[in-house]
DNA sequence: ACAATATGGGAAAAATTTGTCCCTATGCAA
DNA sequence: TTGCATAGGGACAAATTTTTCCCATATTGT
């Protein structure tokens, strides 16, 4: 695990609540998890586009600021569960209110995240 | 400016949102711009542990989502004032909605924060 | 025997983001 | 004339995040 040198800052809500979900599979991992897909191989599924190994990491620090619990059960080939918790059931309205923003404003947002890279790269 | 090799996923509006609002001082901006702090050398004040060129950087990225806008004034100092859009303002529900979170949540998020913190420092 | 399943972590490389340093411009104040 | 305020960007360095590759476990099916 990376070691950080520059100490976060957290004064506060939004410094607070950017340090749990910032990762870059966080906010879906939450949401997957809260639909019912459990397993991680469920998750790996529904996530394609992310490693395995960032999967779990992120995971794992989830599990460290309790917004999910991890049952293993003592199976082979091996069982692994995750739920939320309380807290982190809390958070899913928050989620929500961020997707329907995403969707509600989906074709203007592509547009200008599109030609912003446009931009960028020269076409 | 950096150009990605990777390109983004853009699939649900979580992915869209996640676009425009990561970065590490941006949800701050839109919100100090929405209260009233317009002027580069304000929010530089008002976020002093930003360097000054990713204020800018970032400032620029939300100028070309169509977040803000900047009005240049051709004085001498330079005055330069950002505003938030229409589709910006829109924005401001959800950012509140996670502020709100993050401080009906503070004390166990500063918490479980450190408490994570030591564990991968050793103390 | 060998592959597949399911889960997870170490090590190092690659990608990406953020910070630092320096340079530009102009008028005003000490 | 030197220094401050205001604003902004290039170049490069440092920090951080994410990916890739490989190894390990133990059972079931071929």
Chains 1, 2 share one sequence.
Not at 61 to 70: R, W
Not at 78 to 94: A, C, D, N, Q, W
Request: hydrophobic share 35%; net charge neutral; charged share 25%.
């Amino acid at each position: 695990m990376y070691e950080r040198k520059i100490p976060p800052s957290l004064n506060c809500g939004l410094d607070l609540i950017g340090e749990v979900l910032y990762g870059k599979w966080k906010i879906r991992l939450l949401w997957f998890i809260n639909e019912g897909n459990k397993r991680p191989s469920e998750l790996q599924r529904k996530i394609p586009d992310a490693s395995r190994r960032l999967l779990n990491m992120q995971l794992n620090e989830l599990q460290e600021h309790e917004l999910i619990t991890k049952v293993i059960y003592p199976v082979v080939p091996p069982k692994v569960e995750y739920s939320l918790t309380e807290f982190g059931k809390s958070l899913i309205p928050v989620i929500a209110a961020l997707g329907q923003w995403g969707d509600e404003y989906q074709e203007r947002l592509r547009t200008v995240i599109l030609e912003r890279l446009e931009q960028v790269t020269g076409q």
